[in-house]
């Protein structure tokens, strides 16, 4: 790692103005958005307004605090105990598989109960992954071109991913991928190991797929069911798919409905980005979620895009885009402005984390991608994402801060 520098003055380069105010537009949308996404007349259900969006404000103010936190100490300093963060990270992921520690929710251990607040370790880990890696690439270059410094950290990649795979969080884990490449490929490791491992990866991914949709059970590689009918559903497989072989019609007409079961948040969440228009329907006036067919359990997170798009149309879905390529854009600008390769690397691995979550989430609401449960930054309901991504973006903000001053 890179020796510490002076700054060549001792005046603090002032924060990111751009980046805040987008953060800021986001934050209100957010807290728009997921209280329309609880809206509904009945008076049981107005409580849940105050709950899900009070506690969203709750969560930003938290956030916010971290996030100026984050922008007080140097990120040189914090490198230094980046890889006890990293193993911190790696034992919440395994005491979340504990059953008598890790909550489980919808078939998943993925949240550790405290009662008041449930903590996902998954998503703590992608930023103390970040720093670890952006740690340890900032060696030497020479010593990156060594096959065992690639190893290293491919393993430092290898060892999330997995553990949180395990609990099963598809979604999560896939994001580790896109980050943990393009840190290496900014750290100077070799294109060539790169190539072979996307290559490798992307043959391994193919047959896997191949053998998930088209494979009798019997070759079917192992994986939750739920993830293998959400890939079913994705590549709109035929009802037969969901059946099994030699099925009787009793049992083709249940696979069909199974099938329509498993695809109906995503056909719900294509007619409300549709119903939207230009303009769209107005605030709190989008008849898929007031009227419940697109489920108010997924509604404010994984699907906020959808109630989005709806009730303020193309074109505020645009503007929600513009905001987003308001912070990457900057994170680009102030990884290319660093002082070092330390600070280039964080910049670039937090670039890549908000742009994996924003392009998976807006994704898999039109249908680009499958349903994989990744949160879209900041609109999404959620204390440890939000959390997360403000810490990110202080991150982003503290290299900003300290970048070289000629």
Request: charged share 15%; proline share 5%; with cysteine.
């Amino acid at each position: 790692m890179e020796p510490l520098e002076q700054p060549r003055n001792n005046k603090r380069i002032p924060i990111d103005w751009s980046v805040m105010g987008a953060v800021l537009c986001l934050m209100v949308l957010g807290f728009m958005f997921i209280y329309s996404a609880r809206f509904a007349t009945e008076g049981e259900e107005r409580a849940l307004i105050h709950r899900f969006a009070g506690r969203q404000i709750i969560w930003y103010i938290i956030g916010s605090i971290a996030m100026i936190t984050m922008c007080l100490m140097d990120y040189r300093i914090m490198s230094r105990y980046s890889y006890v963060a990293y193993w911190g990270a790696i034992i919440l992921l395994i005491l979340v598989l504990i059953p008598v520690i890790g909550s489980e929710k919808f078939g998943a251990r993925r949240w550790i109960d405290f009662g008041f607040f449930s903590l996902q370790p998954s998503e703590f880990a992608k930023l103390a992954f970040i720093l670890a890696l952006a740690s340890f690439l900032s060696r030497p270059h020479d010593e990156l071109r060594l096959t065992g410094n690639f190893g290293k950290a491919l393993g430092m990649m290898a060892l999330p991913f997995l553990l949180v795979l395990i609990e099963p969080d598809l979604g999560s884990a896939l994001v580790l991928i896109p980050v943990g490449l393009a840190m290496m490929y900014a750290g100077g490791i070799p294109p060539r190991y790169l190539r072979r491992l996307v290559g490798g990866a992307s043959i391994i991914i193919l047959l896997i797929v191949v053998d998930v949709v088209l494979a009798p059970p019997q070759w079917r590689f192992p994986i939750q069911e739920y993830q293998r009918r959400r890939l079913l559903v994705y590549f709109d497989r035929p009802a037969s798919a969901f059946a099994p072989p030699g099925a009787t019609q009793a049992e083709l007409r249940r696979a069909a409905d199974l099938k329509r079961n498993h695809s109906y948040n995503v056909r719900q969440a294509l007619i409300s980005v549709g119903s939207g228009g230009l303009t769209g329907t107005g605030w709190l006036k989008g008849k898929q979620n007031s009227l419940g067919y697109l489920p108010r359990a997924v509604a404010h997170n994984d699907f906020i895009f959808s109630v989005l798009a709806e009730e303020i149309g193309f074109i505020g879905s645009i503007v929600v885009i513009g905001l987003y390529a308001v912070l990457l854009f900057n994170g680009i600008r102030i990884a290319a402005q660093a002082r070092d390769r330390l600070g280039r690397l964080v910049a670039v691995g937090v670039v890549a984390l908000l742009f994996s979550h924003v392009f998976i989430n807006i994704g898999m609401n039109i249908r680009l991608m499958p349903v994989t449960g990744v949160p879209l930054p900041l609109l999404s309901y959620g204390g440890s994402s939000t959390l997360v991504t403000m810490l990110a973006i202080g991150l982003l903000q503290n290299v900003h801060m300290h970048r070289r001053v000629h």
